[in-house]
């Protein structure tokens, strides 16, 4: 079992940067690969980033442009979504995730936080 809390959002101006964390429990945090995820209103819930149970691999939604980055740190049981250059379209509850691989289907991964919002203003 993974207990996932993410924290980090808020509302910032476009152009701006957040940092996103999210601390997990339990001791088996590096064996999980770790997303994130977000759902804007009235939209489904869509993949913006993963990263492998090591740090080595990372993976990204296109549409992201390079604007975000994925990160984590294992001996403090944490990932991290550094964005950058935020728009208005990336306003949204950002998730993350605990699963067995990188991926960008949201059914691969087991455990979920409850999310943190973010707001860009134009």
């Known amino acids: 079992q993974v207990h996932l809390v993410e924290s980090g959002g808020g509302l910032v101006q476009a152009g701006d940067s957040l940092r996103l964390s999210c601390a997990a429990s339990?001791?088996?945090?590096?064996?999980?690969?770790m997303g994130w995820f977000r759902q804007a209103p009235g939209k489904e819930r869509e993949f913006v980033a993963a990263?492998?149970?090591?740090?080595?691999?990372?993976y990204y939604a296109d549409s992201l442009e390079g604007r975000f980055t994925i990160s984590r740190d294992n001996d403090k049981n944490t990932v991290y979504l550094q964005m950058d250059s935020l728009k208005p379209d990336d306003t949204a509850v950002y998730y993350c995730?605990?699963?067995?691989?990188?991926?960008?289907?949201?059914?691969?991964?087991?455990?979920w936080g409850q999310g943190t919002q973010v707001t860009v203003s134009s």
């Open positions: 990263i492998d149970w090591s740090g080595g691999s990372t």
């Open positions: 995730a605990a699963g067995g691989f990188r991926s960008f289907r949201a059914s691969d991964y087991y455990y």
């Open positions: 339990g001791r088996t945090f590096s064996s999980y690969a």
